[in-house]
């Protein structure tokens, strides 16, 4: 199995940037497909982001709007979510997770592995 942590939450002006990323320890980090997924208060856990275990192909949530990108770093075990153009509305929980399967396939249920999470806040 795969152990995640996330880092690089923090609080933000609307507009701004933030760079979030998770390390993973082991060495079967690229026997996953890797996603972005984020919770905010009262609202269900959803799909940001997801690439593939080669870092080819990747996936967006509609959300996002071309201001994400995610990557992946197979060689230091990393994976990253860039964010741009920051909304009050990307408040939340972003949580990393590890999926022994398909890159494309959005459902959080999906996903084995998930990180303890990091707190993003966009003020307006």
């Known amino acids: 199995q795969v152990q995640l942590v996330e880092s690089g939450g923090g609080l933000v002006q609307a507009g701004g940037s933030l760079r979030l990323s998770c390390a993973a320890s082991?060495?079967?980090?690229?026997?996953?497909?890797m996603g972005w997924f984020r919770q905010a208060q009262g609202r269900e856990r959803e799909f940001v982001a997801a690439?593939?275990?080669?870092?080819?192909?990747?996936s967006y949530a509609d959300f996002v709007k071309g201001r994400f990108t995610i990557s992946r770093d197979n060689g230091k075990n990393t994976v990253s979510l860039q964010m741009n153009s920051l909304k009050v509305e990307d408040t939340a929980v972003y949580y990393c997770?590890?999926?022994?399967?398909?890159?494309?396939?959005?459902?959080?249920?999906?996903?084995?592995?998930w990180g303890q999470g990091t707190q993003v806040t966009v003020s307006s």
């Open positions: 997770a590890a999926n022994f399967g398909a890159y494309y396939d959005s459902n959080w249920n999906s996903y084995a592995h």
């Open positions: 082991g060495r079967t980090f690229t026997n996953y497909a």
């Open positions: 690439i593939s275990r080669s870092g080819a192909g990747t």
